[in-house]
């Protein structure tokens, strides 16, 4: 077994590398750039290499740099992660070349699945189901256009080389292929230097569906089950789980075999994913294999026990398997939430900033039900331009999905995270979406529940009821505390009263005292809305997380105070609550609303970004539709259209600058 490896990656990933390797009794190696001077992962590690700038193009995407930091430290082997290196097979090539291990795949299998298009000429070779397409080169868009309309729309344009959502393109007409197939092929070139794209059938109410498979250097292969990734956006999956709830066991066999003989074809071994588009008569077909470890590889972890990266690492060691096909069991359910530095009431868009505040729920066993964080941040860490957005992928399991599920909101709902945008929001709302909750999922789920966007939830009766015993809790306990300083000269006004309205959001709750003086920990009756409920909680000033029970009922909600109240951030509703007087709460209802400020005749820059291209010139008239400029951020490309007709009188940006968030690019008369 190795004694020392180099992890050649970043972030939560690199974390969750160390981890294993630590308690395998392994020596880790961490790299570094100018960003990520002070990351955790750099801490974690028994050593830590500088590689180079905050670029991942000048330091971890620069196999040479990587090959020195091993020969400098002694590391053996090295750990790619997912991303930068981890499916270049030059650079495993070049690792044996200079005697070092790689953990992952021989180059042979890197290079035969890396390339989508081959990677799909080899599965129709190998007999595995594939989706109808076009593999060859696309001279232009003009041929992109004939092509699409030889397969029929909708079609999806995609990079050869891509990953992670990035060079891809759903195209419905031929205006949208001409434009998809531009877009597709400058972000495949940006992200991976390869501008090659191809174009296959979209299927329609698709599934993503992956499938585990794990095999060694001794013609040992065994699947692990499958993960449902239908939750995606951008065609970047957002919550996994484990198993698929819609998956029979006659086709996860199938799915299961045919992922084993691919494997088998191109001589396999390590860890890799075998991802397939599932349609509503469970007809499944081939996309791609990743030679690498997934993101979401917790969910397989737990519910089959076993430790991916343990089993990485033993095989790149030629340690056989010990697995056989029919010891390897499904138990439980798990769920993960990919927490996203990204504003999802403004459509995803990314967000960076310094963590002021980061708090994620406890780990570990309690009960039924397991939770785990997989990150590579912490509280003060900075959440950089320069990389992928995620903060964390946190993970629930339970015996059954509705459980884990229950887990997942609860453990969202304590998850504490300041100083930044970030998706937790919307994660919490899909955890009690109804159609989540029954396993209806599609790729298109997103765009078909939220066809304007994620706007902010309005809580109804029951949940108006929760907020304002939260508040009003808040609030009584802030009170108790204040008249127990020792320099008060008096009780506060309105201490002993019983009769109080709550107002959350646009709403009034009248709530009455049903007990006499308030105790500390916090256990009293109320009449919400004329129903009784016991609210119980020991929460303290100052704590972000209210934990307690409310008519029995386990709740747990994120406060923050703000002006005259406390903001409270609870299953996806974000409200601020004040607490009144019924006579304040008649004048209250009085005060005038403050309005938004007009912005209808700006183009605000949407997130930290770089100007790409601007493709209107001033006096230009534009109709609705028709794209204003182009905005990169985390190697993304966002294309800024106009949402109605409208002419161009001031361009206060140009093409190669960085903006901040709400800067004006331009306006219109």
Not at 58 to 86: D, N, Q, R
Not at 257 to 265: D, G, H
Not at 565 to 581: E, H, M, N, P
């Amino acid at each position: 077994m190795f004694k020392k490896i180099l992890i050649a990656n970043r972030g939560e990933i690199a974390c969750r590398v160390i981890k294993t390797a630590r308690r395998m009794g392994i020596s880790t190696v961490a790299v570094y750039s100018d960003a990520d001077r002070d990351a955790l992962h750099v801490e974690m590690a028994d050593e830590a290499v500088h590689i180079g700038p905050a670029a991942a193009s000048e330091s971890y995407l620069v196999a040479e740099k990587i090959i020195a930091a091993c020969k400098a430290t002694g590391a053996e082997a090295v750990h790619p992660g997912y991303g930068f290196l981890s499916e270049r097979a030059s650079f495993c090539a070049e690792l044996e070349k200079q005697g070092i291990v790689f953990i992952g795949p021989k180059p042979k299998a890197i290079m035969a699945m890396g390339d989508k298009i081959e990677s799909k000429k080899f599965a129709n070779a190998a007999g595995v189901s594939t989706v109808p397409g076009h593999l060859g080169v696309i001279e232009d868009a003009a041929h992109a256009e004939v092509i699409a309309g030889g397969i029929g729309y909708p079609v999806m344009i995609k990079a050869s080389a891509g990953g992670g959502g990035k060079g891809m393109r759903i195209a419905w007409n031929e205006a949208e292929v001409r434009d998809g197939f531009e877009r597709a092929r400058s972000e495949a070139k940006s992200s991976f230097g390869d501008d090659r794209v191809f174009i296959e059938k979209f299927i329609v109410e698709p599934r993503h569906i992956e499938i585990q498979v794990l095999a060694d250097a001794h013609g040992n292969v065994v699947y692990l089950g499958e993960r449902e990734c239908s939750i995606q956006r951008r065609n970047q999956k957002v919550a996994e789980e484990a198993p698929s709830p819609f998956l029979d066991e006659k086709t996860r066999k199938a799915m299961g075999e045919q992922s084993v003989a691919l494997a088998r074809a191109v001589d396999y071994q390590s860890a890799g994913t075998v991802e397939f588009i599932v349609d509503r008569d469970r007809n499944f077909y081939f996309l791609e294999m990743n030679t690498r470890l997934q993101v979401e590889h917790p969910v397989t972890e737990l519910v089959t026990g076993i430790d991916l990266v343990e089993q990485m690492i033993r095989v790149a060691a030629g340690v056989p398997l010990t697995l056989a096909q029919e010891e390897i069991r499904l138990d439980g359910w798990a769920i993960e939430s990919r927490l996203y530095a990204e504003d999802p009431y403004r459509n995803f868009l990314p967000s960076i900033g310094r963590l002021t505040r980061y708090r994620p729920p406890a780990e570990g066993r309690t009960g039924n039900v397991t939770v785990r964080n997989d990150t590579g941040v912490f509280e003060g860490a900075e959440i950089s331009m320069y990389y992928d957005p995620m903060i964390a992928k946190l993970c629930t399991w339970a015996p059954t999905r509705l459980e884990a599920i229950e887990a997942m909101g609860q453990a969202l709902d304590g998850f504490v995270v300041d100083g930044i945008e970030h998706n937790v929001p919307f994660l919490s709302a899909l955890m009690k979406h109804p159609r989540w909750r029954e396993g209806r999922l599609s790729t298109g789920f997103i765009a078909e529940e939220y066809p304007d966007g994620f706007a902010p939830m309005k809580p109804d009766r029951t949940e108006e009821a929760v907020l304002a015993a939260i508040a009003l809790s808040a609030s009584l306990i802030e009170t108790n505390r204040r008249e127990r300083f020792a320099d008060r000269l008096r009780a506060a006004s309105g201490a002993s009263r019983e009769h109080w309205v709550v107002k959350t959001g646009d709403s009034h709750v009248a709530v009455q005292l049903l007990d006499g003086l308030v105790t500390i920990p916090f256990d009293m009756e109320m009449a919400i809305e004329g129903e009784n409920n016991s609210v119980v909680t020991d929460w303290r000033p100052g704590d972000p997380v209210w934990s307690g029970k409310i008519g029995g009922r386990d709740i747990t909600a994120q406060t923050r105070p703000v002006l005259n109240g406390v903001r409270i951030d609870w299953q996806g509703l974000s409200v601020t609550a004040k607490v009144f007087s019924p006579r304040h709460a008649e004048l209250d209802r009085l005060m005038p609303v403050k309005l938004p400020p007009d912005t209808s005749k700006l183009l605000l820059c949407p997130m930290p970004g770089l100007i790409v291209s601007i493709a209107v010139a001033e006096g230009q008239e534009v109709k609705a539709g028709e794209t204003l400029a182009i905005v990169e951020a985390m190697k993304m490309e966002n294309v800024l259209r106009a949402d109605r007709d409208l002419v161009v009188s001031k361009i206060n940006a140009a093409a190669g600058e960085s903006l901040a968030v709400d800067a004006v690019i331009m306006e219109f008369a």
